[in-house]
């Protein structure tokens, strides 16, 4: 099936420790997003990317950093930089011409 | 891209029609209006968008007021499972290059039996 894949579902992390977020997709898609989102709010953007080796920050890329090495993968890596990275974290892609659409999201949690 | 402005809750019965408002009166005469929902612990499902002239798909329809400063989303027959977060957003066309959604809270709408 075609689809937006956000693995795991659920992840941990201790304090300190770098933790990557993995989105693949096999629509063919050319952009790659990824928002953050924290309870009771909407998403907001950290990261994307239009074409394969090239990527913009978002609004809130501080603490995070992206890879495009490949058309279908765009993995998201939390560094011990982002002070506050317990969320819910959705990744989105879209074709040149259609609106994005959204995987299922990656929870994230501090131990 | 432009805000917008939507109620925080609103409520439906079951079968009835869903009309959830938007406000975005600053939007630009290129810029179009997206609406999305989410379903707790989901990711956004697409639900439609336009730019001036009313659509329609299978999930909803989109009325665009003629001086495009609000819109509203239907759903003309209402079920459980559209209990959701709205999302209307104005952004730049799709094919814009760097075309980019900015979320605000929604709207919980919550159909009820």
């Known amino acids: 099936d075609g689809g937006i894949t956000q693995s795991p579902k659920y992840l941990f992390r201790k304090e300190g420790q770098n933790v990557t977020l993995s989105c693949e997709q096999n629509?063919?898609?050319?952009?790659m997003y990824w928002y953050r989102q924290d309870p009771g709010q909407g998403l907001r953007l950290i990261y994307y990317?239009?074409?394969?080796?090239?990527?913009q920050k978002g609004d809130i890329a501080e603490g995070y950093s992206v890879s495009r090495e490949k058309k279908e993968s765009f993995p998201l890596t939390v560094t011990s930089a982002q002070k506050n990275p317990t969320a819910f974290y959705l990744c989105?892609?879209?074709?040149?011409?259609?609106?994005?659409?959204f995987g299922d999201g990656t929870r994230l949690s501090i131990l | 891209d432009a805000k917008t402005t939507q109620p925080t809750s609103m409520d439906c019965a079951e079968g009835r029609a869903a009309n959830l408002p938007c406000n975005h009166s600053?939007?630009?005469?290129?810029?179009?209006v997206y609406w999305y929902r989410q379903i707790h612990s989901q990711g956004p499902q697409y639900i439609i968008h336009?730019?001036?002239n009313n659509e329609t798909n299978e999930m909803a329809s989109l009325i665009i007021t003629e001086d495009r400063k609000s819109s509203t989303l239907i759903l003309p027959h209402a079920t459980l499972r559209d209990t959701a977060v709205y999302y209307c957003?104005?952004?730049?066309?799709?094919?814009?290059?760097?075309?980019?959604?900015?979320f605000g809270e929604g709207t919980q709408l919550t159909v009820n039996p």
């Open positions: 336009g730019l001036k």
């Open positions: 957003i104005v952004s730049s066309a799709p094919e814009t290059s760097g075309s980019r959604l900015t």
């Open positions: 600053t939007i630009s005469g290129n810029e179009y």
């Open positions: 990317s239009q074409i394969v080796n090239d990527f």
């Open positions: 629509l063919n898609h050319d952009a």
């Open positions: 989105a892609s879209r074709p040149f011409n259609q609106p994005q659409h």
